[in-house]
């Protein structure tokens, strides 16, 4: 449905036209009316059809696989559950979350990009801006809120999340439901224990209820808690339930525990395998497409399999959170000229200028490697395969189609005008460090793209028998059409490399490690930049260059961004949201084609701190041109919930700080005595000289141990040692202590 269409639905007297019976209860909600009482006057005036089809997808199923087929994924908004004759305007969903994913949007960095920031005023601001692009995009619902926790970084689609922290996923996942939200409805997902790419589609994870609730469920319940009007569920089953049918996630846990009234919907095609337990399950609305619920469920409610009562549930809560939307959402439509305006490319500029990580600046000829003196440069030699490539991340359901997007070549032309920047692409390793020993500096570009990690949907997939099963028989000879051109796409797809999916291997590629080797070797003042979204395995050679920058997947105008950092008109505020380990033997095991997996408390930082492993670059770890000190921490404040903890920083240096305090707490008693964990975190600006104060909320929710007999929480008594760190086991951390 075009975007005229979807404003024409939903218009109301102030556009000039009669007002719909969805239009005149907007306005009662507006006014003050329950929304939940006016979804069932509404609902109770479908027909019964009418209702089904609030369930699922507006276009035939065969119709949308056409549509992909032929334009690509998520070209316009998917319409779903929509009502013409009494003006509901349905669900338009358009993807996420590096930013709109229809027409010509602007690529922001992506999410670990962003979790990197630690930044939530910032992610606020990005979902804002999001959110007008997607409004004028035709969408009202923004399916890119992923604040899954990558347990291994070799997932696929770790570039989608911000952190392996339930603090840091949580607080940026409700900053950025809170930007969306002005605009569209924002979706949470995947919900939950989605963190294998590959084997999505059949895997079994199995996790008990304290790690469940303790360490893979806090940052649901954070972003939902901060407005999400909608939880999209995952493939991957969770102790033995497909997430779409697990009555446990979806009801107990999600709508009678956490109080959720949104709605929850399908991810696409092949998360929903039975039409009435998903139904009854808590799942409201399948998605994309007219599927198995318009196929399956009218005989399932006949044979008495599935229930009209259900129906009514779910259907209401469909409208009821489109009322409350509508009632609340900026009233302005945004202009078409928001989608990539200079703006939103000039935010995305500095989300990326302020993601970006400095993980080593070692001196050379009595001088740190950067900032680069640009007015003693005569030439700067950039190479790398990745040096002039648009490399904003996968191409999968998160792909936005930026007009432009600025490489790190472009970036430091750009920014050096006066001075010869020449490239090469790497292929040849001795002629490209031949170039780089004539030049004052070099920086080699090096890393991944979606080709080596991504959102995976190989072609077989639409072929499985077992996802067959779950299309529509084709009623015409159309749709048969369409059912044999995706056959015949399957076939002709045997044999090619694949693309995307989790990454078997966290080293570099062998070609970058030796470019990089040997650019080293030929100039002193070489910079490592790698672009990437997972962690990387670095300790092979990062200590024969003296600077290294973790870029991850920038953004559109990321080769800016990159050149105002490395020329220093711009400094190095982004920290690691997560550890980077020294050797994949540290990590936790990860089987990417397994179909039974356990997950556990035991991963990231806690897991190397269990093991006595250190990390190649600690959670929270960040370089920065600026100096300060972090000088004392007290404890002003606590309830059950959370700590309010004063941490005076003093800024020294010759240039002003963004400084980022990370609050860490570690049990001195109990079962999990020397354990630290990150409670909170802020940041705070300090000019040179100036002493402040920042005012933290550390939430105690990570030192909370769930009950699995009354379901409840409890923070453990006993000692608390609070460190005001710069990153996780800081040698210059500052500690008080306290008695919970």
């Known amino acids: 449905m075009s975007h005229a269409t979807d404003r024409t639905a939903t218009a109301d007297s102030t556009h000039g036209t009669t ?312 009233q302005a439509e945004p202009d078409a000229s928001v989608v990539g305006s200079d703006a939103h490319v000039a935010l995305a500029r500095r989300t990326a200028a302020r993601s970006m990580v400095l993980l080593r600046n070692e001196h050379v000829d009595g001088r740190p490697a950067l900032p680069l003196d640009a007015p003693a440069l005569g030439s700067v030699a950039v190479v790398g395969r990745l040096a002039d490539v648009p490399n904003t991340g996968d191409h999968g359901s998160s792909n936005v189609h930026a007009t432009h997007v600025v490489t790190p070549l472009e970036g430091l032309r750009t920014a050096l005008p006066g001075v010869r920047v020449d490239h090469h692409d790497g292929a040849d390793v001795a002629a490209a460090a031949t170039l780089a020993a004539g030049a004052d500096a070099a920086v080699v570009v090096v890393g991944y793209t979606a080709a080596e990690e991504g959102e995976w949907v190989n072609g077989r997939v639409y072929a499985r028998d077992d996802l067959m099963a779950l299309y529509p028989e084709p009623r015409d000879d159309a749709e048969r059409a369409v059912l044999a051109t995706m056959l015949e796409r399957v076939a002709a797809s045997a044999g090619r490399p694949e693309a995307g999916g989790d990454r078997r291997d966290l080293h570099l590629l062998d070609s970058d490690v030796a470019l990089v080797r040997a650019v080293a070797a030929a100039n002193p003042r070489t910079v490592v930049v790698v672009e990437t979204a997972g962690a990387v395995l670095v300790s092979e050679w990062h200590d024969a260059v003296p600077a290294l920058v973790l870029a991850w997947y920038p953004g559109t105008a990321g080769g800016h961004a990159l050149a105002d950092l490395l020329l220093g008109h711009e400094d190095f505020t982004g920290r690691l949201p997560y550890a980077m ?53 007290a404890v002003v404040d606590r309830d059950e919930d959370a700590l309010t903890v004063h941490v005076a920083v003093l800024g020294t240096g010759d240039r002003p700080a963004r400084v980022n305090v990370q609050v860490y707490g570690t049990r001195t008693d109990g079962d999990r005595a020397g354990e630290r964990e990150l409670l909170g975190f802020g940041l705070v600006d300090v000019a040179p000289g100036e002493r402040t104060t920042a005012v933290l909320t550390a939430p105690l929710q990570p030192l909370a141990r769930w009950d699995r007999a009354t379901r409840t929480f409890h923070v453990p008594p006993g000692g608390l040692l609070v460190e005001a760190a710069r990153h996780w086991g800081a040698p210059d951390a500052v500690t008080t202590s306290v008695i919970l």
């Not at 006057?41 to 119709?63: I, V």
């Not at 569209?184 to 589609?201: D, G």
């Not at 994949?584 to 084609?593: E, G, K, Q, S």
Request: aromatic share 8%; net charge negative.
């Open 581 to 633: 380990a020294a050797d994949a033997a540290h990590l936790p095991p990860f089987d990417v084609d397994a179909t039974r997996v356990t997950y556990d408390r035991w991963y990231g930082q806690r897991l190397l701190q269990r093991d006595g492993h250190g990390a190649a670059y600690p959670l929270g770890f960040g370089l920065s041109y600026a100096t300060s000190t972090i000088e004392d921490v």
């Open 19 to 330: 007002p719909t019976p969805f239009d005149a209860a907007v306005a009662r909600v507006r006014a003050g009316a329950d929304a939940q009482a006016e979804a069932r006057g509404l609902h109770a005036d479908l027909t019964p059809a009418e209702q089904l089809a609030l369930l699922h997808g507006d276009t035939p199923f065969w119709t949308g696989r056409a549509g992909i087929m032929e334009h690509g994924y998520n070209h316009v908004p998917y319409p779903m559950g929509s009502n013409a004759r009494l003006g509901v305007p349905g669900i338009r969903f358009i993807d996420g979350p590096r930013g709109c994913v229809v027409g010509h949007g602007t690529a922001f960095p992506v999410s670990m990009a962003r979790g990197a920031s630690w930044d939530v005023e910032l992610e606020e601001q990005v979902g804002r801006a999001i959110g007008a692009e997607v409004r004028a995009s035709g969408g009202n619902l923004f399916g890119g809120v992923c604040i899954n926790l990558p347990r291994h970084p070799g997932w696929g689609r770790v570039q989608e999340t911000y952190s392996d922290q339930p603090v840091l996923l949580g607080e940026m996942g409700a900053a950025l439901v809170r930007g969306t939200r002005v605009h569209t409805m924002p979706c949470v997902k995947h919900y939950a224990l989605n963190s294998m790419e590959n084997a999505r589609f059949d895997v079994d994870v199995e996790c008990a209820d304290e790690p469940l609730h303790e360490d893979y469920l806090p940052h649901f319940e954070r972003a939902i808690g901060a407005g999400a009007a909608a939880v999209m569920c995952a493939y991957n089953k969770v102790n033995g339930d497909w997430s779409s049918a697990s009555r446990y996630l979806l009801t107990d846990v999600l709508r009678d525990a956490w109080g959720f009234e949104g709605f929850v919907l399908s991810d696409f095609i092949w998360a929903i395998r039975d039409a009435s337990a998903s139904l009854a399950a808590g799942l409201d609305l399948e998605a994309p497409f007219a599927q198995l619920r318009a196929d399956r469920l009218p005989g399932e409610l006949s044979e008495g399999t599935a229930s009209w009562d259900d129906v009514r549930t779910s259907g209401v809560r469909l409208l009821a959170t489109q009322l409350r939307h509508h009632a609340t959402r900026e």
